[in-house]
C-alpha cells in the first residue's frame, strides 16, 4: 500500500485538504487531483453511487494521486470491507452512535490486532495477491484514515473518549447535521461557533486524532486561518461540484441574456 497523502500531510501538522465528490464519473476525481488537492471526499451517504462506480474512483484516485476519502451511509462493517478491499484509503463514517458506535468503526477499518477487519489476500486493496501478507496488514493499519463524525448528543457527549480511541484518526464535525442537533438555523449563530470551539478544544486536549471540519460550509463558512486555529488536519473545501456548476450556468445564463437584452 503507497503512503496515504492525507495521513502523510497530517504528521507533518499540514492541513489535508479534500473536495467534495458528488457527480457520478470518475473524472471528477481526475480533475481534483489535477487541480491540486490531497484527496477526493467520495460521497455515499448523500450520492446513489454504486459499489462499481465507488470502485472506479478509488482507482482514479491512486491514478490521480490523491488519497480516496469514501463516506459511507452508516457504520455497517461488512460494506466497510467491501470498500476498503477495493482499496480506499480513508473511510468516513456518518452518525456514529458515541463511544460504542466508534470502536466498532474501529474493528470494522483495522485488522486484527487493532480491529477486526476480515482478511482475503487477492483482493485489489492487497495488490492482488502480489504482497505479503503481513505487510498488507501493517501498512493498512498504519496508513488507512479512519474519520469518526460525531454530529448527534451520545457522540458529542463522547467526544473525549472517541478522541483517546486507538485507531481513531479524524474527529469530524458534520455543520449542517450539528446544527439540526442543536436546534440552530442561522450560521451566525454563537451557539454553534461555541459548540464547535467546545469540541475542538476537547478534541485537542486529547492530542491524538486530528479534527475534520469543512471548509466554506453554507452552515459553518470557516476559513483556513480558523480552521488551523481549530486543530484541523482534514478539511473538504465546498462547494460540491453540482453547485459550482449550477452557479456558473446560472452566471453565464444572465451574462448573456442581459447582453442580448432577454430577460428571461
Known amino acids: 500500500m503507497r503512503q496515504n497523502r492525507v495521513k502523510q500531510l497530517m504528521r507533518e501538522g499540514k492541513l489535508a485538504l479534500g473536495k467534495y465528490v458528488s457527480l457520478a464519473d470518475p473524472q471528477v476525481v481526475e480533475i481534483i487531483g489535477i487541480a491540486g488537492f490531497d484527496a477526493a471526499f467520495i460521497d455515499m451517504e448523500h450520492t446513489g453511487f454504486d459499489l462499481r462506480t465507488i470502485e472506479e474512483m478509488i482507482r482514479a484516485s491512486d491514478l490521480a ?22 482499496g480506499a484509503e480513508g473511510i468516513i463514517i456518518p452518525h456514529v452512535d458515541g463511544i460504542e458506535g466508534a470502536k466498532r468503526a474501529v474493528d470494522a477499518v483495522r485488522y486484527p490486532p487493532m480491529g477486526e477487519r476480515g482478511g482475503a489476500g487477492g483482493t485489489r486493496a492487497a495488490r492482488f495477491g502480489d504482497v505479503a501478507w503481513n505487510d498488507h496488514v501493517r501498512q ?5 484514515v479512519l474519520s469518526v463524525m460525531t454530529e448527534d448528543d451520545k457522540g458529542i457527549n463522547d467526544v473525549e473518549a472517541i478522541a483517546a480511541l486507538d485507531g481513531v484518526d479524524l474527529v469530524s464535525i458534520g455543520p449542517t447535521d450539528l446544527s439540526q442537533t442543536l436546534g440552530v438555523t442561522d450560521p451566525a449563530d454563537p451557539r454553534l461557533r461555541d459548540k464547535v470551539n467546545e469540541i475542538a478544544a476537547q478534541v485537542k486536549s486529547i492530542g491524538k486524532a486530528k479534527l475534520q471540519i469543512p471548509m466554506g460550509h453554507a452552515a459553518l463558512p470557516l476559513t483556513p486561518q480558523e480552521l488551523l486555529e481549530l486543530g484541523v488536519g482534514y478539511t473538504h473545501v465546498a462547494p460540491a461540484p453540482p453547485a ?13 441574456h442581459a447582453a442580448v437584452g432577454r430577460e428571461n
Open 140 to 144: 493498512s493499519n498504519e496508513e488507512i
Open 65 to 86: 494521486g490523491v488519497t480516496s476519502m469514501v463516506r459511507v451511509p452508516d457504520n455497517d462493517a461488512k460494506l466497510i470491507l467491501r470498500i476498503l478491499d477495493m
Open 244 to 256: 459550482i456548476l449550477m452557479q456558473q450556468f446560472r452566471n453565464s445564463v444572465s451574462e448573456i
